[in-house]
């Protein structure tokens, strides 16, 4: 589960790089892109948090589900 949030975060971290960095209008725009990343970053783990720990606590009540049918 923290391999998966990690890469959720790294992969939205890397995909707002590339958009502050190829589109024009946005370059023009920022000026320290490494303080954008970080937050992003942290947001993006947050949300990836909350969304594991939902599907965590599915995972376990289909698994009680199972064991008791």
Do not use: H, W
Request: proline share 1%; aromatic share 14%; charged share 10%.
């Amino acid at each position: 589960m923290l391999l998966a949030r990690l890469l959720i975060a790294g992969l939205t971290t890397l995909l707002f790089y590339l958009l502050i960095t190829f589109v024009s209008d946005i370059k023009a725009n920022v000026q320290e892109p490494i303080y954008l990343l970080i937050l992003v970053f942290i947001v993006a783990f947050a949300i990836a948090t909350v969304f594991f720990v939902i599907f965590s606590l599915s995972m376990e009540t289909l698994l009680a589900c199972f064991i008791a049918d």
